[in-house]
């Protein structure tokens, strides 16, 4: 297994750009998400997705997009980037439908920067 | 709503000394308790979590931590660090029989050990 993944591993955009974040998970995981993470503040849950068909906000959604047409695949939109969203991002997936219980698995995350 | 405080942003150690990162924790209701490991350009890998049961959790890597109600802590020790545990831990928090979705992050202790 890959485990997840995301790319790219590294992008920078100039403000006012928009561009997709991907991540793919193959453990047929229910749940999924994403983060992300900035200096001195841990991290702060963007969307996620409870399955195929659902996503949900989390607590930093404004700016971002997020749609999950099938089990595997949760990609993060940036409809029209700002310096604000200047950041690293990590997807996170878990097997059932988010129940605490279950361990998150991390992707190696996406370094973002915005002109 | 709770909330996780890592006391220490940055904590060096000689190699082979013992180490202790501190997390303090705040909930009106009980709580699930979590440590995760960031090495160097990766996500975030779960060391440990506790969930009920004996309040001292053993994690992979030598790490345990023992959850203390009283003073609302989950300390993370090992007897005996290596050079290889250089990286930033995460302490995390969330209601119990909760989703993933509400696990609050603190702001992460960066363990850095000399040779």
């Known amino acids: 297994n890959a485990g997840v993944t995301q790319t790219p591993k590294f992008q920078v955009l100039k403000t006012g750009q928009s561009m997709t974040l991907q991540c793919a998970q193959d453990m047929n995981h229910e749940y999924m998400s994403w983060y992300r993470q900035d200096p001195g503040m841990g991290l702060r849950l963007i969307h996620y997705?409870?399955?195929?068909?659902?996503?949900d906000q989390g607590e930093v959604p404004n700016g971002y997009n997020v749609s999950r047409s099938t089990t595997e695949d949760f990609p993060l939109r940036l409809l029209s980037a700002a310096p604000s969203q200047t950041s690293v991002y990590f997807c996170?997936?878990?097997?059932?439908?988010?129940?605490?219980?279950?361990?998150?698995?991390f992707g190696p995350g996406t370094r973002l920067t915005v002109l | 709503a709770q909330s996780v405080t890592q006391l220490d942003s940055q904590v060096p150690v000689f190699e082979e000394a013992p180490v202790e990162l501190r997390c303090n924790y705040s909930?009106?209701?009980?709580?699930?308790l979590f440590w995760y490991v960031q090495y160097p350009n990766q996500g975030l890998q779960l060391l440990l979590k506790?969930?009920?049961?004996?309040?001292l959790v053993k994690g992979i890597n030598g790490f345990e931590a023992e959850f203390n109600k009283s003073q609302t802590s989950f300390h993370l020790r090992k007897p005996s660090v290596h050079i290889s545990d250089t990286a930033e831990y995460f302490c995390?928090?969330?209601?119990?029989?909760?989703?993933?979705?509400?696990?609050?992050f603190g702001s992460g202790t960066r363990l850095s050990i000399r040779p």
């Open positions: 995390a928090v969330s209601p119990q029989y909760s989703s993933a979705s509400k696990i609050i």
């Open positions: 506790y969930l009920s049961g004996s309040t």
């Open positions: 997705s409870v399955g195929a068909g659902i996503t």
């Open positions: 996170a997936s878990s097997y059932a439908s988010g129940r605490i219980q279950d361990t998150q698995y």
């Open positions: 909930s009106s209701v009980s709580v699930y």
